[in-house]
């Protein structure tokens, strides 16, 4: 077991350029998330909590907005000191977000298998066989009745709470190491 937290977010800055001049969207922002806990951000509407969320992934669009100071720290590495690259690699295969509105995040194009399919391609190695397989497993383990016949359905096809299970089954990691 390890002494630091698995995520660790410390004096966390946000800002944006705006014609009006620059605007701080977040502002000190300290958290830590130990393995197995569940940490929630609340707070109004406009307070930070979908910056902060997006400055952890490393997706604060640019070049308006940027990570103007602190440390951003995943089992013991400071995300905002990797590239772009690197950065990717994390996002999918360590780490993900779960956004609120599902059918924004899924793509109507593909069935919910491929779409969940595709990160255990790209970030594991699975073949498309092997990848499909264990989208029905993840769609298991979130609870999606009749996960096979779900797994070839389109997302309109999905109430939105099954769209929604089917997003956390996108976010979990793999049920094991590959």
């Known amino acids: ?81 990797l590239g772009a690259a690197e950065r990717r690699s994390y996002r ?12 924004t995040s899924l793509n109507p194009a593909f069935t919910i298998g491929d779409q969940i399919g595709e990160g255990l391609i790209r970030h594991h190695g699975l073949s498309r066989p092997a990848a499909r397989a264990e989208a029905v497993e993840m769609l298991r383990r979130v609870h999606l009745p009749q996960p096979e016949r779900r797994a070839l359905d389109y997302p309109h096809r999905l109430s939105g709470g099954m769209r929604q299970r089917a997003m956390i089954a996108m976010a979990r990691p793999a049920r094991r190491r590959f």
Not at 14 to 24: C, H, I, P, S
Not at 54 to 80: T, Y
Not at 93 to 103: D, L, R, S, Y
């Open 92 to 103: 999918g295969a360590k780490i993900a977000m779960i956004f609120q509105e599902p059918m």
């Open 1 to 81: 077991m390890s002494d630091r937290p698995l995520l660790s977010v410390e004096g966390l800055c946000v800002e944006f350029a705006t014609e009006a001049g620059l605007v701080r969207a977040v502002d000190g922002v300290d958290l830590a998330i130990e393995p197995g806990e569940t940490l929630a951000l609340v707070g109004e509407s406009g307070c930070g909590k979908t910056m902060t969320a997006l400055a952890i992934m490393g997706l604060v669009p640019e070049p308006a907005g940027r990570i103007a100071a602190g440390h951003i720290r995943f089992d013991g590495v400071d995300l905002i000191t």
